[in-house]
């Protein structure tokens, strides 16, 4: 989603996810960009700069199809990239602050201690959802 308003695609916009959905929306959830190889993002960021704006903006999983150019070990040059964002103090442009990388390392692990607990309360056979057949 590309809005004039915003002048990035949605994914990238701290006025999109962290104002219109975190804050006037409240939505608490995890958020996950759209495919940060998506032409829109591809062909108007670099790679760094698209990983600190989509971190930024307030997403918590940065969503790569990693179909563009196939890259092995795509996940850690991810995380890599990220970490060496995070602010220390100086001013970097682009720099991720770390609250912002907390807050999201908070929601993940709260999205995967609730999975956690519905896969044993699934297990449990005292939900028919995960009933086995």
């Known amino acids: 989603l590309y809005n004039k308003l915003w002048g990035a695609p949605a994914s990238l916009s701290n006025k999109a996810v962290s104002r219109l959905l975190r804050k006037d929306v409240k939505f608490k959830g995890l958020v996950v960009t759209d495919d940060m190889e998506m032409g829109a993002i591809r062909k108007n960021y670099g790679w760094s ?53 907390n807050a999201a390392f908070n929601r993940v692990s709260t999205a995967k201690r609730s999975a956690r607990r519905l896969a044993a309360y699934g297990k449990s056979g005292r939900c028919s959802v995960f009933a086995q057949k």
């Open 49 to 101: 700069e698209a990983i600190s704006l989509a971190v930024n903006a307030g997403n918590d999983i940065l969503l790569y199809s990693n179909t563009a150019k196939y890259q092995p070990f795509l996940g850690r040059k991810i995380r890599d990239r990220i970490a060496a964002s995070v602010c220390t103090g100086n001013k970097k442009t682009r720099c991720i602050a770390p609250r912002i990388v």
